[in-house]
């Protein structure tokens, strides 16, 4: 599932955004977000704590050097932070 097609048919405020990352803890994701000075920085990892204003994601070790990243709900929100749910499917093919 793509987390911008959720979207699109819900309104966008930082609490609806919340509830729905709530429903998907623990479930895989590729992230994709804005590095800064045009970089993209894409990883893989889990959803594993939504906070009041921020999100954790676990991202796989293999791929990086830090274990956990977070970002705010404003950074969805603002699409500055993209998110893609993976099913069982796609996990299956990544590997």
């Excluded at 992230?31 to 970089?39: D, H, T, V, Y």
């Excluded at 959803?47 to 956990?68: G, I, M, P, W």
């Amino acid at each position: 599932m793509v987390y911008s097609e959720v979207y699109a048919k819900m309104p966008k405020t930082l609490a609806d955004i919340k509830k729905s990352l709530d429903g998907h803890l623990g479930k895989r994701l590729l992230l994709k977000a804005n590095g800064g000075r045009k970089k993209t920085v894409e990883c893989a990892g889990v959803l594993s704590e939504t906070y009041h204003a921020v999100f954790v994601v676990e991202l796989d070790q293999e791929d990086n050097a830090c274990k956990r990243v977070s970002y705010s709900y404003t950074d969805i929100l603002t699409e500055a932070v993209e998110i893609t749910f993976l099913d069982d499917a796609q996990i299956a093919i990544a590997k």
